[in-house]
């Protein structure tokens, strides 16, 4: 079989169409869609008095036509991004309303999970491509249901119980350990380490298991991020900024447990590349989603349920 994975797509369509592109080109039979499916920000579309709109861009004011807004939302799409024509009086109460304003993100996050489910069922053969979309520590609670409405389609997404790939088996952990962002799925290390072994101890065949976790392991090429400060700004060190180990812990103590076949991961954005532990191979394909281009591996696994190659893609 061979897998295409891809991490951290973050509200992108670009990135969901080029993955699409990329199953027929490289022939893939297995479509990982791995993590923080969620964009993160919002721009509104003002609506004029004379029928035309406004956005704020650069900081500054512009106003577009109506034949404009809609090339703008294809992008703002494209990168990741939600939006909303509405008017000045919408724009005041969102600002005033905290709740309102979460309530409105999430419900964007929905509805472009459900597009997504309408563009992959009419894409895909999901007869002779399987397909898995699971969530990450960026994604809010409101999102497993979503992706569980998936599951009836032949779209695999749950996350407790492992899944059978040919003759391997893949085990999926959305939570990551805490960030500086405090976001909605992180977890101390034993409370990691407890989820993991809850999924680790229903494998039929921990050899040849495939680890989709979002976190990657600590101290490795996977986990290197910008090292902040208190106010969350790179600390620099001579010459450049410097870097910290920022993965799990727990994640790692289970990959040089079990020994699975691959470890599959994503999180850290700018930690591409792949790495080792004992005869795992650990990948992590990276995410610059906010420029439209793809990143993702391509792995083959033959009939035996054994690792032949695999390559980084990006496009």
């Not at 897998?3 to 993955?19: P, T």
């Not at 799925?185 to 072994?197: F, S, Y």
């Not at 060190?237 to 799990?248: D, I, K």
């Amino acid at each position: 079989m061979r897998i295409l994975f891809v991490a951290d797509l973050h509200g992108a369509d670009v990135i969901l169409r080029k993955s699409l592109h990329a199953v027929a080109e490289y022939e893939a039979s297995i479509l990982i869609l791995a993590g923080d499916l969620s964009g993160k920000s919002f721009q509104a579309i003002v609506r004029r008095d004379d029928g035309t709109f406004s956005v704020q861009r650069k900081g500054r004011v512009e106003a577009i036509s109506v034949s404009e807004v809609v090339q703008l939302e294809r992008e703002l799409a494209d990168r990741g991004q939600y939006f909303s024509r509405c008017t000045m009086d919408d724009v005041q109460r969102l600002q005033n309303d905290s709740a309102a304003l979460n309530e409105m993100f999430t419900s964007r996050i929905i509805d472009r999970l459900e597009r997504w489910k309408a563009i992959l069922t009419s894409r895909l053969d999901l007869r002779s491509v399987r397909v898995l979309i699971t969530p990450g520590n960026d994604d809010p609670p409101e999102v497993d249901a979503v992706l569980s409405s998936f599951e009836p389609l032949g779209i695999l997404s749950h996350l407790s119980e492992p899944h059978e790939l040919g003759s391997n088996e893949i085990i999926t952990l959305d939570f990551t350990n805490p960030t500086p962002w405090n976001t909605f799925r992180e977890a101390p290390e034993m409370e990691l380490a407890g989820k993991i072994e809850d999924r680790v101890r229903k494998l039929r065949w921990p050899e040849k298991a495939i680890f989709n976790f979002h976190c990657p392991p600590f101290r490795t090429k996977l986990d290197l991020a910008p090292n902040l400060d208190k106010n969350l700004r790179p600390v620099t060190g001579p010459g450049a900024e410097t870097q910290a180990h920022v993965g799990s812990t727990a994640v790692r103590e289970a990959i040089e447990r079990v020994q699975p076949l691959l470890s599959l991961h994503g999180h850290i954005h700018e930690a591409v590349g792949e790495d080792s532990l004992g005869r795992t191979i650990c990948l992590n394909p990276g995410s610059e989603y906010w420029t439209g281009t793809l990143h993702a591996y391509i792995v083959d696994i033959d009939e035996a349920g054994k690792l032949k190659n695999y390559i980084r893609i990006e496009g």
